[in-house]
């Protein structure tokens, strides 16, 4: 464990509050999150997840050590929605051949989207139709210890074997059964019984079973992947709001009565929901937004958006919270990262470490809007001349949270750095020997160039500073 990081506090969803976290094992801490159902391009809110979990990636890849930690973010290939968009797109094809073109176009683009957003590649990314056999050998030992049957084609994990099943989401046995639609749900023991393994058709992807031919269920997925890569127990077990019930409700559900374990993870953590300019994200409403639209069309807010600026205004607001994706949020955040790039421009980050006080506030269950204040007091301070110690110090901990130093400052390739910085040097020279003609000249040549100036003075001494950026 590296030394000179507070611990680590985390919100357990599980318990409902803030824990101090300690690791089963300090030599491999290992975190698992639900990654996307590749039948589509990744939206906004997939992007969230994964800049979150990647953030906590990096956090215990600093305490503990790049080489102890394990995380797993799995890719569900096998899903009824995969199925339809193959029929659609290749009518023609083999559905399985199908398929096979549908989730590795996806697949490639979300690893593309991702890494766009900053997001380092996870320890693994297993593939759901590569752990078919892991499935079924829990659904065996599920069947085997009396928490699965067989009706009506199907298996079936049986609710009631499970004496505290609901405790994430601390949902009642009363809860499942309001609305249950009785004749469609007849085969079952109890109408929230879940299915493990589903026969499929001719014209339906499928796999030898002791069952029959046919397919997973959703959960038992990540049931199988989470312990073939982390064990029966490990550390964190990460995803959206929106998968605490069923999805997870379920996969501790499978997992824990296939091993007879007390837990399938030690803490749960869950990111709040994503709206966009004020209302719920929708195809209908026509503000649904995937992260390959925002990188490179102009299809929301009239311009293209860097990776770096969207990972930033998903961050800006605390994971747990909902969070109102504008095109304000995002200029707000592009405005905040180039004012950081300027002051860490030409500047290195190798051999030093992040700031020990954005550190801090991390370690408080990932408070990233501390960390911001935080690093803009570094900015602050190496912007005011603050000596390569300052300026490389910020450098660091920028790339560790994500972040490169100039992403933004290259953006136009019509952008001289250099000649800019070199330009407003000689206006404040300018302006400290009362040349204001010459100063007024130079901002109106920069303004041709499409460099918009912005004046400000350092509360404590007085000295007049300037920042630049690309007019949109």
Same mark, same amino acid.
């Given at each position: 464990?590296?030394? #000179? ?46 800049? &979150?979990?990647?953030?906590?990636? *990096?956090?215990? *890849? ?9 995380? &797993? ?10 199925? !339809? ?15 096979? %073109? ?15 957003? +900053? ?16 499935m079924q050998s829990l659904i065996?030992? $599920? ?11 199907? &298996? ?20 499942? $059964?309001?609305?249950?639609?009785? /004749? ?8 929230? =019984? ?17 069952? +029959? ?10 049931? /199988? ?14 995803? #959206? ?36 300019? +004020?209302? %719920? ?12 639209? $925002?990188?490179?069309?102009? =299809?929301? #807010? ?9 990972? $930033? ?13 504008? &095109? ?6 592009? #405005? ?6 300027? /002051? ?25 809007? *501390? ?24 450098? /660091?901990t920028l790339a560790f949270l ?49 460099? !918009? ?17 690309? %007019?949109?």
């Amino acid at each position: 464990m590296t030394s #000179g990081i507070p611990q680590l506090s985390l919100y357990n969803t599980l318990t409902r509050k803030k824990e101090a976290f300690v690791p089963i094992d300090a030599g491999n801490v290992r975190v698992y999150a639900c990654g996307p159902t590749v039948y589509d391009f990744a939206h906004i809110g997939n992007g969230r997840m994964a800049i &979150v979990f990647d953030l906590l990636f *990096r956090l215990l *890849r600093q305490v503990y050590g790049a080489d102890h930690v394990t995380y &797993v973010r799995n890719i569900t290939d096998v899903d009824d929605k995969i199925n !339809a968009r193959a029929a659609r797109d290749f009518p023609g094809l083999d559905l399985n051949e199908a398929i096979r %073109k549908v989730t590795e176009k996806t697949a490639a683009q979300y690893q593309s989207d991702v890494t766009a957003l +900053g997001c380092l590649e996870p320890t693994v990314q297993p593939r759901a139709t590569d752990n078919i056999e892991g499935m079924q050998s829990l659904i065996t030992a $599920l069947i085997s210890r009396s928490h699965a049957y067989e009706a009506n084609g199907e &298996v079936l994990f049986e609710v009631g074997s499970m004496p505290d099943y609901g405790k994430l989401s601390g949902r009642n046995p009363e809860d499942n $059964l309001a609305g249950a639609r009785v /004749a469609v749900d007849a085969h079952k023991k109890n109408p929230a =019984d879940f299915v493990l393994w589903k026969q499929s058709s001719a014209d339906e992807p499928g796999w030898d079973s002791p069952w +029959g031919r046919g397919r997973p269920g959703w959960h038992i997925e990540c049931s /199988a992947m989470s312990e073939r890569y982390l064990g029966q127990l490990f550390d964190i077990h990460g995803g #959206g709001l929106d998968l605490i019930f069923p999805h997870h409700e379920n996969e501790i559900a499978q997992s824990r009565c296939a091993h007879g374990t007390h837990a399938m993870a030690n803490v749960w953590m869950h990111n709040g929901f994503l709206q966009v300019e +004020g209302e %719920k994200m929708s195809k209908s409403v026509g503000n649904f937004f995937t992260i390959a639209q $925002l990188l490179e069309t102009e =299809d929301f #807010g009239g311009r293209k958006w860097a990776g770096e600026v969207l990972r $930033l205004a998903m961050l800006m607001t605390h994971y747990r919270e909902p969070i109102d994706f504008t &095109v304000r949020r995002l200029e707000e955040a592009e #405005g905040k990262l180039r004012s950081w790039q300027q /002051a860490a421009v030409g500047y290195s980050d190798a051999d030093h470490e992040p700031d020990a006080s954005v550190m801090a506030e991390l370690a408080d269950d990932l408070s990233f809007h *501390r960390a911001s204040v935080a690093l803009d007091v570094i900015a602050r301070k190496a912007g005011r001349d603050g000596g390569e110690q300052a300026r490389n110090c910020l450098a /660091a901990t920028l790339a560790f949270l994500g972040f490169s130093s100039d992403s933004l400052l290259a953006v136009d390739d019509s952008a001289d750095t250099a000649g800019i910085h070199a330009a407003i040097a000689e206006r404040l020279a300018a302006f400290a020997n009362k040349d204001f003609a010459t100063a007024d000249r130079i901002r109106a040549e920069l303004a041709e160039q499409g460099i !918009a100036l912005m004046d400000s003075k350092d509360p404590q001494t007085g000295e007049r500073r300037t920042k630049w950026e690309i %007019k949109r």
